[in-house]
Every structure is written in structure tokens, then in C-alpha cells.
């Protein structure tokens, strides 16, 4: 085992799991919600020369994927470390 | 020296550099032929990843789709690239601590059973050979159009190139040789992009300049957004706009999500985050992947709305009324020739003119977007040269990592795994080699001979694999209920629904392939999305009414949650 104990273990998890789904509210929201969903009513903003809708749909949502892997990398090894469970 | 020579010289150089690598990385073990022995360097791994991942259909055929489609072509940018994500967050960390050879592998040891690793292995197989056939294709149609070689012939060369370094070197050679495959694809798809952007718009970023101000010949500015002349000319020819598209949302939602989950799903991707040293490279890794992706996914669509309006203003010129056959460009007469443009003047005026309806005179191919470009913005012979290189570079390296889990799941998860136990490491690479090379046959052969079906299964692929491999690789990692009774009816009811949607509509009843007869509106390009919820639903009910997972299993979840303690991808 190596966590110190079962509450470590299961503190490690849920607080990965929160990391995992908060990232996934984000990654949902910029492609299927402002790229598909909301499209419509974002397209009456102008941004940059672009409609947002249309601009979310063919670029910012991949810029924000980058943008959370990144994130999730910073964010997940703090965790390994918080609970001691990095590799060396 | 024209534009055959030094695609020649270009080309050759590539190749020459490919064999060069994999006679220097050819693999020794089996470890060193499944997983590179488990030492690329994260940075390599990922450029390695968008290699493998980005195919001809992404080099050649994209920009186009994007081109013709506007929005609706946003399923593509969006679905292959979110994956990605869903790959870093949920999968990669947990498989590489897992720290075994294949997905296989994976499904077979946590729902403990030979059942399931076998229908993960015949999942994997028919999605690689539905890829791979489409590969060989494209190494054919880019021999024969700039080196003017016969296709066939183009296929042979592809294929002694991908099995000189595949079967020599295993994922070892492929690993090095795909990093230098993607400088050489990314080089060659940004030259023109950047070209056509600055003198479309006078920014060098094509990504700035697909929401920019377009610029006259003298680069003064028009005070006309580029975006808004695509939709003005879009409205005029009576095509649907282009920034809104013509697809209905929900079938948008459900392709965009079936590519998503389709992607974290294909065995070839996730077989590369097994390579690297550790869990937190693995994280790392997909970040740099999609870092390599993103540089050219973000230009297709920039590159898809210059060339669009480009070519309409080509053809239709100035005043939107036509341009006589007699002036008209060189470019449009050079791809007469090979087919992929078509003129017909339908009313006589020898003017050549594209518009949506009975008017329109011009049938083009959407493949020629990206390939034509050097020639429509009148670059350089080495750009074209270039251009060419770009695309078997791409077709090769997608080849080669669809070979490798060919070749992993016939001598690994079927022979070493199921049929004989005992055989050394040796004889299992031997095998490894044997299948690799027959993979390539067949594959061959499906170029050579291409069924007519290529396109209907790509869209089978991406479904099966969002219905089957991800939930049960997702099922794996976080549940420590779902047995192997749940996991394997999950898999065969989400397989059986998706391929029977799609064979209905692609095959069976061709003419009912219309959005009235869809269910909830869904096109057979979607109905992955919708299988991967059958396979959820049907998986944790199964589960419920059947016994619970063994002990041992269960501590195996738990150990891949973690980091720490993470070896090397482990021989048996």
C-alpha cells in the first residue's frame, strides 16, 4: 500500500476525481456548449473579425483543450506530491 | 529545375532519412518492438502521437471538407482534437501504470477474462484495417500525381518503405522515424498556409488571418472581413452560409461526440502513452500531442477559408459573372487533367462559373484544396514539391502505427496471450515480424484494390470504437463494480447496435439515409456517441444482477489510481 492509510487513498481519489471533472465541465462547455449549443446566440458577437459561435467552434475550443491538458499536468502531479505518491 | 525533379529529390531525401532511422532504432526484444522499451522522452512521444494521428485524410482531405462544409466541417476540428483530452484526464496516466503492452491486454486482465481480451482484440484489428486501407490509398494518389507513376506502383514503394522500418525497427524505428515524419508534414502544410494568409490578408499567422481584413494586390486594406466575404459569396451563390452550416444541431453534437470519444477509444493512440518512462510523462505527453495536433488543426479551417474564396473568385472573377475558359488559370486546366476538377458550359458562353444549383458549371474535388494551393497562390516548385513530401509523410506514419497493433494483436494478445502461452520472447518477436509483414500485404492489397466502402467505414471505426474499447477502458479505471459479465454484454450490445445502425443506413437501405428516418436525428457518423451510452447503461445493469468483481482485480484498480511505483513497461 502506498498510501498511510485508507482515508489517504480515498482523499487522493476524490480530490483527483474533482480535478478530472471539473477540467471535463470546462472541455464540455467550450466545444459542445459554446461550439454547438449556444452557437447561435454567441454568433451575434463579433470577435476579432470572427463570430464567437463560429470562432469557439473552429478554434478556441482547441486552444482551450491545450490550454486544460496543461493544466491537469501542473495540477495532478501537486496532487502526487500532496499525498506522496510521485515517482522519483 | 521543374517541379518533377525536385519532388523527386524532396521525396527521396525523406525516404532516404525514414530507412536511415530505422536501421539505426531497429528493435531487439519484444519490449523494445511493442512499447520502444519504454523510453521515448515525452516531447518525442507526443510528436510521435500527432504523426501517427494525423493521417492523409487529415493532410490532404481536410482543409477541403472544412472548404466545402464551413461550420458543419467543425465536427472534425473539434472531435479530433477533444479527444485528446479525454485521453490525458482519463486514460493515459492509469493505462501507463498499468504498464502492460496493449489495450487487450488492459481489458482482458481487469475484467479478468479471455473473452473480453478477445473481443477487444478483434475491435482493435478491424480498426486498424479499416485506416490502414484508406493509407495505402493515399501513398498511391500522391505518387501518381506529382511523380507520375502509375498508382499501383505508388503503392508498392509505400509499402516496401513502411515495411523496411515497421518490421524492422517495431514501435522503436516507427516512434523515431514518425518525429521526423511530423517535422517534415508540419513544414510542409504550414509553408503554403503561411504564404496564402500573408497575401490574402498580410498576417503571417494564418490563424490571426482567417478573422482579418482581406488586402488588394498592393496589401492596402479592403475594410472587408474575410469571413464576411465568404458568407456574402456564400448567399449570392446560394450556398448556406458558411460560419452557420447546414446540418441539423443535433446530428452536429453527436458526430462532434462520437469523434471525441471515438478518438480516446482508437487503439493506436492509446498503445503510444505506454512508451514513455513514467505515469506524470504520460500526462505530459498528451499535452505535447495535442500541442503538435492543434498547430494544424487550428490552420485547416484558416487555410479552408482562403482557398475558398480564392477559388471562387478565380472562377466566377470579379464581377461574379464568369471568366472565359481561355483565361482562366493554369491551375484549373493542370487538374482537369487528373479529373478532379470538371468544367461543363452548360449555356454556351465558354465562361467558367460555380455556383449552388442548376447554374453551377464546375465540379471540384474537395481533395485538390490543399494540394493545389501552391499552385493557385502561385508559389515556388519547391512548395509543391514540398506539399507532396507533406502527404506521404502523413500516410506513412499512420500506416506504420496502425501495422504495429496489427502486428501486437495477432503475436501478443492472440498467440503469446491465448493460443500459445509458452513461446519465447524470441519467437513471439519472430511472429510480431511475420504479421507485420502480412499486415502490409493486406493492406497493400486493399490499395491497390480499394473496396468502394472506405468512406462508409471510417465512420464505422470511429463508432465501434467509441462504443466498445472506450467505455471499457473508462468502466476499467473508474468502477471497481462493473464485472467481466457487464463489460463484455456492455461491449457485444454496444458494438452490435452501432455497426447495425450504420450497415442499415450505409449498406443495407441506402435510400432511407436521410434525417427523417434517423433516430432522434442522428446520422450513422454519430450513432457512436449514442452506442457509447447503450454500452454504459447495458454494462452497469448486468453488472448489478451478476457477482461481484474478484479481490485481486479490484486491488489492481486501486494500484493504477496512482502514480508511484510505476516500472517499466513489464516483459512476461
New interface residues.
Given amino acids: 500500500m ?2 498511510e492509510n485508507n482515508d489517504k ?1 480515498a482523499g ?2 476524490r480530490e ?1 476525481l474533482r480535478l ?1 471533472l471539473g ?2 465541465a470546462i ?1 464540455a462547455a467550450v ?2 456548449g459554446c ?3 449556444f ?1 447561435d446566440a454567441l ?1 451575434e458577437i463579433t ?5 464567437l459561435g ?2 469557439f ?3 478556441g ?3 482551450v ?2 490550454a ?3 493544466v ?2 501542473a495540477k ?2 501537486a496532487l ?1 506530491k500532496k ?5 522519483d | 529545375m521543374d517541379v518533377q525533379t525536385l519532388t523527386y529529390i524532396i521525396v527521396g531525401a525523406t525516404f532516404a532519412l525514414y530507412i536511415g532511422i530505422a536501421i539505426w532504432a531497429r528493435a531487439g526484444s519484444t519490449k523494445e518492438f511493442y512499447v520502444a522499451g519504454g523510453g521515448v522522452p515525452p516531447v518525442m512521444n507526443g510528436m510521435a502521437t500527432a504523426a501517427d494521428w494525423m493521417s492523409a485524410a487529415s493532410f490532404i482531405s481536410l482543409a477541403g471538407i472544412v472548404s466545402f462544409t464551413g461550420y458543419d466541417g467543425s465536427v472534425y476540428l473539434m472531435g479530433w482534437t477533444g479527444g485528446y483530452v479525454l485521453l490525458a484526464l482519463c486514460m493515459a496516466p492509469y493505462l501507463r501504470k498499468f504498464g502492460k503492452f496493449t489495450v487487450p491486454d488492459f481489458i482482458g486482465d481487469r475484467y479478468y477474462s479471455q473473452t473480453a481480451r478477445t473481443v477487444a482484440v478483434i475491435c482493435a484489428i478491424f480498426i486498424c484495417f479499416t485506416y490502414i486501407a484508406g493509407q495505402m490509398r493515399g501513398v498511391g494518389v500522391v505518387f501518381s500525381r506529382f511523380l507520375e507513376v502509375e498508382v499501383d506502383t505508388g503503392v508498392y514503394i509505400g509499402m516496401a518503405v513502411v515495411f523496411f522500418y515497421a518490421v524492422l525497427g517495431g514501435m522503436k524505428g516507427i516512434t523515431y522515424t514518425q518525429v521526423a515524419q511530423y517535422c517534415v508534414l508540419i513544414f510542409a502544410f504550414m509553408v503554403p498556409a503561411i504564404f496564402i494568409s500573408v497575401m490574402m490578408t498580410g498576417h503571417v499567422l494564418p490563424q490571426v488571418g482567417f478573422g482579418a481584413e482581406l488586402v488588394d494586390a498592393a496589401g492596402n486594406g479592403t475594410g472587408v472581413y474575410l469571413l464576411d466575404k465568404l458568407d456574402g459569396l456564400s448567399a449570392e451563390l446560394g450556398f448556406s452560409q458558411y460560419t452557420e452550416g447546414s446540418k441539423a444541431m443535433v446530428d452536429v453534437f453527436f458526430i462532434t461526440g462520437a469523434l471525441m470519444f471515438g478518438t480516446a477509444g482508437l487503439p493506436h493512440v492509446i498503445v503510444r502513452f505506454f512508451t514513455v518512462p513514467r505515469v506524470k510523462d504520460a500526462r505530459l505527453s498528451a499535452g505535447w500531442a495535442l500541442v503538435f495536433i492543434a498547430i494544424m488543426y487550428t490552420t485547416i479551417p484558416a487555410l479552408a477559408a482562403f482557398s475558398r474564396v480564392n477559388m471562387i473568385e478565380t472562377i466566377n472573377g470579379p464581377d461574379s459573372t464568369g471568366v472565359a475558359y481561355e483565361s482562366a488559370p493554369d491551375w484549373i486546366k493542370n487538374w482537369e487533367k487528373t479529373g478532379l476538377i470538371a468544367w461543363d458550359d452548360k449555356n454556351n458562353d465558354g465562361k467558367i462559373s460555380y455556383a449552388n444549383g442548376a447554374t453551377n458549371e464546375m465540379t471540384i474535388d474537395r481533395d485538390i484544396m490543399v494540394l493545389a494551393t501552391p499552385e493557385i497562390a502561385s508559389l515556388p516548385a519547391w512548395v509543391i514539391a514540398l506539399v507532396a513530401a507533406g502527404g506521404l509523410a502523413a500516410a506513412l506514419s499512420t500506416s506504420a502505427g496502425l501495422l504495429l497493433v496489427i502486428s501486437t494483436s495477432v503475436s501478443h494478445d492472440l498467440l503469446k496471450k491465448n493460443l500459445m502461452p509458452d513461446i519465447s520472447d524470441k519467437k513471439e518477436l519472430m511472429y510480431a515480424r511475420i504479421a507485420a509483414a502480412l499486415g502490409i500485404v493486406m493492406a497493400g492489397y486493399f490499395g491497390i484494390n480499394p473496396p468502394g466502402f472506405v468512406a462508409a467505414v471510417v465512420a464505422i471505426a470511429f463508432g465501434l470504437a467509441a462504443a466498445s474499447l472506450f467505455p471499457a477502458i473508462i468502466m476499467g479505471i473508474f468502477s471497481k463494480t462493473i464485472n467481466k459479465e457487464g463489460a463484455i454484454s456492455g461491449m457485444l450490445v454496444g458494438l452490435l447496435f452501432t455497426a447495425g445502425y450504420i450497415v442499415y443506413f450505409k449498406f443495407v437501405n441506402v435510400g432511407a439515409n436521410t434525417p427523417e428516418n434517423w433516430l432522434f436525428g442522428i446520422s450513422p457518423e454519430g450513432i457512436g456517441m449514442m452506442g457509447m451510452f447503450v454500452n454504459f447503461i447495458v454494462a452497469f445493469a448486468v453488472s448489478k444482477v451478476t457477482g461481484a468483481v474478484p479481490q485481486d482485480v479490484v486491488d489492481m484498480v486501486e494500484s493504477i489510481r496512482f502514480p508511484q511505483g510505476a516500472g517499466e513497461a513489464q516483459d512476461h
Wanted: glycine share 4%; proline share 0%.
Fill in positions: 502506498a498510501f487513498a487522493y481519489w483527483n478530472v477540467l471535463l472541455w466545444s459542445f461550439g454547438i449549443l452557437v454568433n470577435f476579432m473579425g470572427f463570430k463560429f470562432w467552434a473552429q478554434q475550443a482547441m486552444y483543450f491545450v486544460l491538458i496543461f491537469y499536468v495532478a502531479n502526487d499525498y506522496d505518491v510521485h515517482e
